[in-house]
């Protein structure tokens, strides 16, 4: 696998790309976003349907980057990490999903849960809106818990947050577990019975470790870029990337300025922390705060993290994770869903063919989805 993306990568080379050429791929491809953080958003009123100038993701946008399924981000801030909090903060944010969006705009959206459900929605030209948790201590250590939000369309589940929870630790907090415990053992094997996706951004390395060895379908890493061009710890290693690529798993790479450019990550983090402290989850004003202080990742920045994933883990282990409208900063070039155009031609100028980026685009996560499911059904 690794000798046939050496190959594949050795072959690109810069050419010219025609307008045509761009939006004949544009249109052929379903392109599946698993991570977006719009219903932050949405719980503050926030229409999808109304044009949004300071954020990524409204429904203009969605269609001129033809953009096919979105998973949809049920966060669940750390601040509410309680028993009794946790839980009912993400039905709250499950149920902006699914009334504030999905109901709201029926002609546009419909909620999906299975690959053949996504590949459903787009053939009737509608979005395929999904739902994914992120931060497992929103299920406050039950399994129970879990099927319920599993019932409700929850489709994967980030492990941690930025905080280690009661049975896995975070990369972004002190290691409490060394990895997972016996408890997130069984919750990792629960989320196997359901076809439930089980996602390791934001784990530690001991937890990306742990989640290897006891997941019998493969894991993605819903946001997650190359901890190799950019050394941040919420990246994946070349080691990582390539043992979730060897078991059928997918990076999805993350569009934040701070995961794709080494730059941007180093840039004032003293600042960043404050600016974050002052607006809180109002993700529109500290994007522009830190879009008018800070150094910015670029396009070409994020080509360059989507080549070194194909190159480490192999064209059938990449995807996209934007995490839009959950992040501070977004790639000068690609800020919204209306500039997946530029990628693809970027994409294109770099050698890649059309079925390899609608690969990239969708293919990979619908491939990973239905081993998922099929593992479920066993």
């Known amino acids: 696998m690794r000798v046939a993306a050496a190959l594949i990568l050795a072959a690109l080379a810069a050419r010219a790309v025609s307008d045509a050429d761009v939006m004949r791929v544009q249109n052929s491809v379903l392109l599946i976003d698993t991570h977006n953080d719009a219903p932050m958003k949405v719980l503050r009123g926030f229409d999808i349907a109304s044009e949004d100038p300071r954020g990524s993701t409204d429904l203009a946008k969605l269609r001129a980057g033809n953009a096919g399924a979105i998973f949809f981000a049920a966060y669940v801030p750390a601040k509410h990490a309680t028993v009794g909090d946790s839980a009912a903060y993400c039905r709250r944010v499950i149920q902006g999903i699914r009334e504030g969006i999905v109901a709201r705009h029926p002609r546009d959206f419909v909620l ?29 250590d039950s399994t129970k818990v879990l099927r319920e ?12 947050h930025t905080n280690s929870n009661n049975w896995a630790d975070s990369s972004g907090d002190k290691p409490r577990h060394v990895g997972l415990n016996e408890l997130g053992r069984r919750i990792v094997g629960e989320m196997n019975r359901l076809g439930m996706m089980v996602d390791v951004s934001h784990v530690s390395d001991e937890t990306f470790r742990d989640v290897l060895a006891v997941s019998t379908a493969p894991v993605i890493a819903s946001h997650s870029s190359c901890r190799a061009l950019t050394n941040a710890k919420r990246n994946m290693t070349d080691d990582m990337i390539r043992a979730m690529a060897e078991k059928g798993g997918v990076i999805q790479i993350n569009f934040n300025c701070a995961f794709v450019s080494e730059t941007a990550r180093k840039d ?7 600016l974050s402290k002052k607006f809180g989850e109002d993700m529109d004003k500290l994007r522009a705060a830190a879009e008018k202080t800070f150094a910015r990742a670029t396009l070409a920045d994020v080509v360059a993290h989507i080549d070194h994933a194909v190159q480490v883990g192999g064209i059938d282990h990449v995807g996209i994770g934007s995490d839009f409208d959950g992040v501070d900063c977004a790639p ?9 155009p530029a990628l ?35």
């Open 268 to 274: 004032r983090p003293a600042q960043r922390e404050a």
């Open 344 to 378: 693809t031609r970027a994409l294109l100028e770099r050698g890649y063919t059309a079925e390899q980026i609608r690969k990239i685009y969708g293919g990979n996560t619908l491939r990973l989805m239905r081993e998922v499911e099929r593992v479920a059904r066993h």
């Open 332 to 340: 000068v070039g690609l800020e919204d869903y209306s500039k997946f």
């Open 112 to 140: 999906a849960g299975t690959a053949d459900e996504i590949e459903r929605a787009h053939a009737q030209g509608k979005i395929a809106a999904l739902i994914g948790i992120e931060g497992g201590h929103a299920i406050e």
């Open 149 to 160: 939000f599993y019932d409700l369309g929850v489709r994967y589940m980030t492990l941690t």
